[in-house]
């Protein structure tokens, strides 16, 4: 690893950055090229980037960095992260318990980055269920309230540094428990006054930061920037509405390096597996229901929904591509599961009915992105897929590599073939970043 790194999912999300970005900063670090820093520059806690600790114990990453087992590495929660501090307390205990010493220590949080209160998580939950069987999948984490209010509120919304503050924190967790209680009828009501003194303590045990913090980490050593979710979710690139309230491209990270003065400073690290998957409802035109894969952290739940399989999508995964403006490099995932189940597929192109007139006798191999932000646009692609039929091919477990190196015209610089770091082989030369 010679540079920065940023990391994001060219699917539905679940396709295993989290240990890519941990081989990343262990390989950094057996190379002397440690990695300072990994920032988290999208999503909040419904993230879940599973890892094994070296002692083979896993640790589904959240709010912290992925890299947190390789010693040095630390965390930087940019203000583009939605930040849920019982949650993070929750998961420095884990880390604790696996080894990490003093994992709250490790963590540095931009100021401006919004809260995920309880009174968020409640009211995802209550506007979810509400939905009844037209629900969108959501983790009932309270990620889109939280959005939703921080852009309807801005002025109102609890931030990081309010955290220092118990008076203004009470004040705005009250206007927030108010407002959202009279939205939703019996959202649940825990005193604003005791969350504020909970996140009060939180906040003399992490750093919060301001303007230059991530100039000085760029200039100390190699980054990874971690992403969350994956791009087709997108919240205006993705398939709506079954989709995140979060920029799951390379945009953002891209931002915070310009504002740093190191714009295109990064590698774009691009991560699929040999085949798909998805979480709750949308489209997923590969889904087939007949392909039995063990995934351990990976089942169906009471807010998300059901867990779905299926086969390796070019035309998505190009699309993916497309609207996040390119990638460097792939790192290709569950190589092992291709060995073990031959009988996965590439979708190459789909026969969508009711349109005969726009499809080309060899099907339609591409989605064409469209307007930015046209949420419209993005619910008619959705019809479409939804219909879509996919045409498969059969691909060899030892092709794999070469197949994806052809659809997203990029090296595969990163392979992975197990759940461990020692699993993940590193080829070099890296591509070099644009």
Known sequence: MNGHVIVVDLGYGDAGKGGIVAALCSHAALNSQNVSTVVRFNGGAQAAHHVLSPSGQPHAFAQFGSGTFTEGTRTFLSRYMLVNPLALVAEAEHLARLGVHDPLSLIAIDRDAALTTP??????????????????????????????????????????????????????????????????????????????????????????????????????????????????????????????????????????????????????????RTYQTRHGPGPFPTEDPSLSIAEPHNTDGPWQGPFRLGHLDAVTLGYAIEVAGGVDAIALTHLDTARRHPELKLCHAYDIPGQPAKQPAEGVDRIHPGPPRNLGYQKDLTATLTAARPRCRQVAPEDWPNVVTEITRAPVTISSRGPATADKELMTPAAAPR
């Open 119 to 272: 009174y968020h998580q409640a009211a995802n939950r209550a506007r979810e269920r509400a939905r009844g069987a037209g629900r969108h999948g959501s983790c009932g984490m309270g990620i889109g309230e939280t959005a939703r209010y921080a852009l309807e509120h801005p002025e109102d919304a609890p931030r990081a540094g309010d955290m220092t503050s118990p008076r203004t924190l009470d004040r705005k967790l009250t206007l927030l428990r108010d407002r959202l209680t009279a939205e939703l009828a019996g959202t649940p009501s825990p005193p604003p006054g005791d969350i504020a003194a909970v996140y009060h303590a939180i906040a003399a045990r992490v750093t919060l930061t301001g303007d230059g913090y991530l100039n000085r980490l760029l200039r100390d050593g190699p980054v990874v920037f971690e992403g969350a979710q994956g791009v087709l979710l997108d919240e205006w690139r993705g398939f709506h509405p079954y989709t995140t309230w979060s920029t799951t491209t390379f945009e953002n990270a891209e931002t915070l390096l310009a504002e740093s003065a190191h714009p295109g400073a990064a590698l774009r690290l691009g991560v699929t």
